[in-house]
């Protein structure tokens, strides 16, 4: 398996099928986030912040904004072990977010204020992978997801 860790995506059909209705939702996107040692900012700005630090700036907006679009920051965790599988490096932290379906994420990352604070992101991130994931319709028994569920609704 070929890893290519982006920032923002070179491939201009990943873009159009991100404009595609997707599933049905709610979707839940898994980003894997790799982090500068040093933030670079590509207006050339000078800066003592680390790559994580000018990304938690974006995070900080984003959690706020996120909810304009009716979604949420479900989770974020520090990677720490790679306990199966192999890889050259391990991502520096994961975040999953929910979204209401894949149009509310699109509207969101195209809006001015994600684009104002992106700037943040970019700076930070050496390369991401984001997985769009639905749940599967047995999971929605569980009792947390129950809870989810309701109060999405």
Request: without cysteine; aromatic residues 10%.
């Amino acid at each position: 398996m070929e890893v290519i860790n982006e920032v923002m995506s070179s491939d201009p059909q990943r873009l159009a099928e991100m404009a595609e209705k997707g599933p049905e939702g709610p979707i839940f996107m898994i980003n894997l986030l790799k982090f500068k040692d040093k933030a670079e900012y590509e207006d050339g700005r000078e800066t003592d912040l680390t790559g994580r630090q000018a990304y938690q700036i974006y995070g900080a907006g984003v959690s706020q904004l996120i909810t304009e679009y009716d979604g949420r920051i479900l989770f974020m965790a520090d990677v720490t072990f790679l306990s199966l599988g192999q890889l050259e490096d391990l991502w520096d932290e994961v975040a999953i977010a929910a979204y209401p379906d894949r149009g509310a994420l699109l509207r969101m990352s195209t809006s001015k204020e994600w684009r104002d604070l992106s700037v943040h992101r970019a700076a930070g991130l050496s390369g991401q992978l984001n997985l769009e994931s639905v749940m599967p319709n047995f999971a929605w028994e569980l009792p947390w997801m129950k809870l989810f569920k309701k109060e999405i609704q």
